[in-house]
């Protein structure tokens, strides 16, 4: 790897956890429409046993989706030229508690004109079970 690779293997690793950053932040802060612009016009986003395809389906959605906290935890990015394949950690905890849960979110993000974008997104929810 020459010197302007790594610093632009850099970059692009900082871009995407910049992302990241914003997608936790922008879900319970901003506007669902900021949250929106993170992601590919036609990302897919699979949850709850659904694929939602395209920024209309998710928006029907995700946007009635309870509020609280997202942390987003460690992240593995493996990037391969304009596409990066990645891996995080997270913890949800919601203004009820029966919504809170914790689990990976696995991404494939994308070099777009404007940046680094989510084309894909798989959500893994690991519930607490219940005490017996």
Partial sequence: MTQSNGIQHIADELAIRTVFDEYCLRLEVNSFDDWL?????DTVYEVFRQE?????????????APHGVHI???????????????IQNYQFIGEVAKFSNAGWYYRTLVRTAAGWKIAHTRVKMQKPKAEE
Avoid: C, N, P, Y
């Fill in 37 to 41: 612009e993170l992601f590919t016009e």
């Fill in 72 to 86: 987003g935890g460690a992240a593995r990015i493996a990037i391969d030229g304009d596409r990066a394949e990645t």
């Fill in 52 to 64: 939602l395809k395209g920024h209309d389906e998710v928006r029907a959605m995700l946007s009635q």
